[in-house]
């Protein structure tokens, strides 16, 4: 079992388009309101450390994406399609003994799910898929309710344990969640907004698995506020902290304490191609050489195909930043837009050596780009492909020249 891969995401539950809506002075009612072709994003940063038989082991912050569409909207029910992608950085490590700070995200993995949900917030989802994590929070009554008022409803929470334990399909543990309405509350240094208080606490015992190291007991207390734009009818924001321990079958304890703040953002639609044709005309304009502009699925993207390194480095041979500084003057343009950086490597070496070599010199671009304030480090985020993603002939040099490329994409969402 890897220790990096020792992760447990803090719940991230969806979300989504409320009605607010005041019946008399005595209360006040809460329902889901689902807009067909609605579109939204949720950003959320998780600090955890992760704790072997009570040692502190390491610690990481992991940055949360969801991307959701209401793709339709009929008799109070939504029908949701969302893409959830996870980010982590390494805050410290006990095997190295001091603190190892990482300026950017490393690309963990991406997660589809297609849900319905009804106007009280109950999901209904196929088993197949492993987001959002927490099913059914918030669920809301169906009643007036007042300030200090409370309730309790079921809601189903999804493990992913396929790196931890080798557990392949999504982990179900359903428990009971307690709620109160406890008014109106500051989100940061913004409004006041209407808030909730959602607490649950889980103690289960995990049926077995063949081979391998497992866990056979879990026990969980989370508390988190969920606050309300009553002004637009949407949620506005959550904070959280929880406490995951899971006994593993070798006797082992490990635990997982985590930290959470997430923010629903407006999600701008992007004219990709109007978008793509300025670019384009930007690099014309700044002369800048070997650079590919594409439309992709995820937004635009800037292929750099002779950002030169030393030799099996992650160091930029001298000039190159030269390019880079045009390139950054370009990404400013576009501040309301995260990016991503991915590293391709040749076919020069083992798939582990080509997938360390990409996500560095992913990282080094990454932190150039950090340098010239294109981005905060919680916009950027690094992935490497190896040589998964040719472009070109790896039989000849010219084709070899090509893959070893950099790919910065401007991200829609």
Do not use: C
């Not at 912050?61 to 939504?78: E, F, H, K, P």
């Not at 109106?184 to 391998?212: H, K, M």
């Amino acid at each position: 079992m890897r220790k990096r891969n020792l992760r447990i995401f803090l719940p991230l539950f969806l979300p989504l388009f409320f009605l607010f809506l005041p019946i008399n002075a005595a209360g006040e009612v809460f329902e889901y309101k689902h807009v067909k072709d609605a579109r939204y994003r949720i950003i959320s940063v998780v600090d955890q450390s992760v704790y072997i038989d009570g040692v502190l082991s390491h610690s990481s912050q992991i940055l949360n994406r969801i991307a959701v569409t209401v793709t339709n909207a009929r008799d109070g029910i939504g029908e949701h399609s969302a893409v959830y992608q996870t980010s982590e950085r390494l805050m410290y490590d006990s095997q190295q003994r001091q603190q190892t700070p990482s300026a950017v995200f490393k690309w963990e993995r991406e997660y589809d799910s297609v849900f319905e949900r009804d106007k009280l917030g109950r999901i209904t989802i196929n088993p197949q898929y492993f987001m959002p994590m927490v099913r059914s929070i918030p669920v809301f009554p169906g009643r007036s309710i007042n300030k200090d008022d409370t309730w309790n409803i079921e809601a189903t929470e999804v493990h992913d344990f396929r790196d931890s334990f080798g557990i392949e399909e999504p982990y179900r543990v359903p428990f009971r969640v307690f709620y109160q309405y406890v008014g109106e509350r500051q989100w940061e240094d913004s409004a006041y907004y209407p808030a909730f208080s959602i607490t649950y606490n889980i103690e289960i015992r995990l049926p077995e698995v063949r081979g391998g190291v497992y866990p056979t007991r879990m026990s969980e207390t989370n508390s988190m506020i969920l606050y309300w734009d009553r002004a637009n009818g949407v949620e506005k924001a959550y904070t959280g902290t929880s406490r995951i321990t899971f006994r593993m079958s070798d006797g082992r304890t490990l635990r997982f304490d985590a930290s959470s703040k997430a923010e629903l953002v407006d999600a701008q639609e992007m004219n990709r191609e109007e978008l793509a044709s300025d670019i384009v005309n930007e690099i014309d304009r700044l002369d800048i050489k070997d650079v590919n502009v594409n439309v992709v699925d995820e937004g635009i993207s800037l292929s750099l195909e002779d950002i030169r390194f030393h030799p099996d480095s992650e160091r930029m041979l001298p000039g190159e930043e030269a390019k880079l500084e045009k390139i950054a003057e370009i990404l400013k343009r576009y501040p309301g837009r995260d990016i991503v950086v991915s590293g391709h490597a040749a076919l020069a070496g083992s798939p582990e050596y080509l997938m360390r070599l990409s996500q560095g010199r992913a990282r080094a671009i990454a932190d150039y780009l950090l340098s010239r304030n294109v981005r905060t480090a919680d916009r950027i985020i690094i992935r490497g492909y190896g040589a998964e993603r040719p472009i070109a002939d790896n039989s000849t040099e010219e084709g070899m020249r090509k893959n070893r490329r950099v790919e910065i994409t401007i991200l829609e969402n």
